[in-house]
T-cell receptor, first 117, second 113 residues
Framework: GAVVSQHPSRVICKSGTSVKIECRSLDFQATTMFWYRQFPKQSLMLMATSNEGSKATYEQGVEKDKFLINHASLTLSTLTVTSAHPEDSSFYIC?????????????FGPGTRLTVL | AQSVSQHNHHVILSEAASLELGCNYSYGGTVNLFWYVQYPGQHLQLLLKYFSGDPLVKGIKGFEAEFIKSKFSFNLRKPSVQWSDTAEYFCAVNSKGDYKLSFGAGTTVTVRA
């Protein structure tokens, strides 16, 4: 399967600061990337869908000005949590779909644990 | 939009016991179905998937799942679990032509040696 990395794996920040999380597809071109958040003992909730070269599509209830997504290339998408607050503390996971390989299967990154103090 | 329900929140088993995890979805159209596993400290991995054809699908590590369309179910099974099967298991669904996945709440499986 495809290899997806995320950086950083863990970040602790003060309330009010912004945090950028990177998602990279290491061995293929990702046409679409997805961003999820996962609260402890809960399922993954889709936040947004990111297509290379176009604006991200956000799910209902997700603030696009709060969670900025940039998908500048076929191998990199970034999620920036702006003016983070303690309630933004969560596990953020990206996944990718790749052209021509394993149709309709998403490959997941290892996740980023964000803790806002 | 689909909703996915997993019946068991936490399952505790002994090694060699059989495992069955329930998954039901609500959507009237054609769907793709997935089971993912998340081992402690690791990322989500695909166990198996159903797109079409034989409703009994076999995945990695001895897992299988059966799609029963009339019951909107896609239950996961393993005849004999191992301690290494301790993990979180997620059922997920998307509709044909839509990549977006809807996940169930997950089931924590603890296998005691």
């Amino acid at each position: 399967g495809a290899v997806v990395s995320q950086h950083p794996s863990r970040v602790i920040c003060k309330s009010g600061t912004s945090v950028k999380i990177e998602c990279r597809s290491l061995d293929f071109q990702a046409t679409t990337m997805f961003w999820y958040r996962q609260f402890p003992k809960q399922s993954l909730m889709l936040m947004a869908t990111s297509n290379e070269g176009s604006k991200a599509t956000y799910e209902q209830g997700v603030e696009k000005d709060k969670f900025l997504i940039n998908h500048a290339s076929l191998t990199l998408s970034t999620l920036t949590v702006t003016s983070a607050h303690p309630e933004d503390s969560s596990f953020y996971i990206c996944s990718v779909i790749t052209k021509g390989l394993a149709y309709n299967e998403q490959f997941f990154g290892p996740g980023t644990r964000l803790t806002v103090l | 939009a689909q909703s996915v329900s997993q019946h068991n929140h936490h399952v505790i088993l002994s090694e060699a016991a059989s495992l069955e995890l329930g998954c039901n979805y609500s959507y009237g159209g054609t769907v793709n179905l997935f089971w993912y596993v998340q081992y402690p400290g690791q990322h989500l991995q695909l166990l198996l998937k159903y797109f079409s054809g034989d409703p009994l699908v076999k995945g990695i590590k001895g897992f299988e799942a059966e799609f029963i369309k009339s019951k909107f179910s896609f239950n996961l099974r393993k005849p004999s679990v191992q301690w290494s099967d301790t993990a979180e298991y997620f059922c997920a669904v998307n509709s044909k032509g839509d990549y977006k996945l809807s996940f169930g709440a997950g089931t924590t499986v603890t296998v005691r040696a």
